[in-house]
């Protein structure tokens, strides 16, 4: 299985602040690289595909990069409804898996 | 525009098989340009990929699940379906059935809780 890992676990941060989050992968998976937010009690809902799509609806303040193993999730300026869990998904290959999460925490 | 809702037993026992269905509405469930997985999170942990079916029948398993794992697909009624035989408290978590489309899951359900419990 394709191991994904995300730093970091936790971040404590500002509304209007720009958030980067990591996800590395443990091989290349080219640009098959997904990134979900995930609110308490919620159902994850979908920001990024293919690395660096943004899904239809998701505001522009949320971008995504990066190919073969290293991904990158921005926020370029931080809303208090953006303090939630971000989880990014390999679809390279299956089992599909995703990373343990980053949880997004007011300062 | 397209909804899913899990619906099962939200308690079952250890040794018995876990069953669930998913109810695709606002759409039809029989196209080639998505398929079905269902996933899984056990409380205040990360999300499982379980596996997926196309609408031809076609499915792939998490191979950790593989030999306990059946999903289906009944396209008259809209539906998807798990069945997870011998479950044990490590089977506790939210279940939620999802759409794929270009490779990402961009349509969830709401999520259903199934306790594994005697």
């Known amino acids: 299985d394709i191991q994904m890992t995300q730093s970091p676990s936790s971040l404590s941060a500002s509304v209007g602040d720009r958030v980067t989050i990591t996800c590395r992968a443990s091989q290349s998976i080219s640009s098959y690289l997904n990134w979900y937010q995930q609110q308490p009690g919620k159902a994850p809902k979908l920001l990024i595909y293919?690395?660096?799509s943004l899904q239809s609806g998701v505001p522009s303040r949320f971008s995504g990069s990066g190919s073969g193993t290293d991904f990158t999730l921005t926020i370029s300026s931080l809303q208090p409804e953006d303090f939630a869990t971000y989880y990014c998904?390999?679809?390279?290959?299956?089992?599909?898996?995703f990373g343990q999460g980053t949880k997004l925490e007011i300062k | 525009q397209v909804q899913l809702q899990e619906s099962g037993p939200g308690l079952v026992k250890p040794s018995q098989t876990l069953s669930l269905t998913c109810t695709v509405s606002g759409g039809s469930i029989s196209s080639d340009s998505y398929y079905w997985s269902w996933i899984r999170q056990p409380a205040g942990k990360g999300l499982e990929w379980i596996g997926r079916?196309?609408?031809?029948?076609?499915?792939n398993y998490n191979p950790s699940l593989k030999s306990r794992v059946t999903i289906s697909v009944d396209t008259a009624k809209n539906q998807l379906s798990l069945n997870l035989s011998s479950v044990t408290a490590a089977d506790t978590a939210v279940y939620y059935c999802a759409r794929a489309v270009s490779r990402a899951f961009d349509i969830w359900g709401q999520g259903t809780v199934v306790t594994v419990s005697s």
């Open positions: 079916i196309y609408t031809s029948g076609s499915t």
């Open positions: 998904q390999q679809s390279y290959t299956t089992p599909r898996t």
């Open positions: 293919g690395a660096s």
